[in-house]
């Protein structure tokens, strides 16, 4: 088994997952998820006896997925440690599109305070609407995009300032 982090609609939280040659199995809640490899970055996900095809999108140290308009982002926790110990604002400063598509809307301004998990700008991929969501508290520090235009998942669409773990109770 191995230790992962994950944020389901913005909320960390850790759990093991059992890894073998072409899937893995991961408990959430006393639910299975089982992810079997079915080509690059497409996965057969199995929970409750339902099976849906998903993709997955790597960018950099974490994988974004879209399922049923719930997000979820895998990554290894050492990013955050990494991160903490260099001093600097880690992944959560930068915002990225979970998968290539189009920016539908825009839901926050620079200056704008967010919250973790907050709705922050819509894309569209594969003729879903996607949310993006803050994966840190912060201020909106700028945009890179605005309504229709299309987008990657290798560069940022919005910066954060984040508000110190400190400064958040």
């Not at 072409?22 to 992810?35: H, Q, W, Y």
């Not at 539908?104 to 907050?118: F, I, P």
Request: glycine share 10%.
């Amino acid at each position: 088994m191995i230790r992962h982090e994950f944020v389901r609609d913005g909320v960390s939280f850790a759990t093991d997952a059992v890894v073998d040659e072409n899937s893995f199995l991961v408990s959430v809640d006393g639910i299975e998820f089982r992810f079997v490899l079915r080509g690059t970055g497409r996965y057969r996900l199995s929970v409750d006896g339902h099976r849906i095809a998903i993709a997955a999108v790597r960018v950099r140290d974490r994988y974004l997925v879209d399922i049923n308009g719930h997000q979820l982002e895998f990554r290894d926790p050492s990013s955050d440690t990494i991160a903490a110990a260099g001093g600097s604002a880690g992944a959560g400063d930068q915002i990225f599109a979970p998968m290539p598509g189009k920016v539908v809307k825009l839901l926050v301004s620079e200056g704008d305070d967010v919250e973790v998990g907050q709705p922050l700008i819509i894309v569209e991929a594969m003729k879903m609407e996607n949310q993006v969501r803050a994966g840190a508290a912060g201020r909106v520090a700028s945009i890179t995009v605005a309504a229709g235009d299309q987008v990657d998942t290798e560069s940022p669409l919005i910066r954060l300032d984040l508000v110190p773990e400190s400064d958040q109770n």
